[in-house]
């Protein structure tokens, strides 16, 4: 998670922080408030940047579920399909120019705000 807040932070010029391990338990704790808080900070600009760029429909969204940062990961084995089939899953590592590109295809198509720093 550590390379794609670095990348995200470079391309579009904003900061971020990681807390520590106190912190994280008082917001695990209160997960809903900290969930609330942050969607009231960060959907209103997102609507209204939609909203510049006559973007009516996105399947992107700042929005976040509690359900999605909870602790609660699902993790599923795959060595037994990987030993059975010979199947295998390489993803290449986040980089800025991958991310780049990712963002020129989302406003080409209309789905990103264009004219964002990125």
Known sequence: MGDVA?????????????????????AHLSMDSVVEDANDKHLPPWAE????ANIN???????AAAENLSRDDLWLDN???????GFQVTFPKPTTALLQEILEDFTSRGLFPSGMKG
């Open 6 to 26: 670095a990348i995200v932070s470079e391309l579009f010029d904003i900061k971020h922080k990681f807390v520590g391990k106190t912190l994280s338990t008082v």
């Open 49 to 52: 940047l939609c909203r510049i």
């Open 57 to 63: 429909n996105t399947p992107l969204s700042p929005y």
């Open 79 to 85: 060595s037994k399909l990987m030993r059975e089939t």
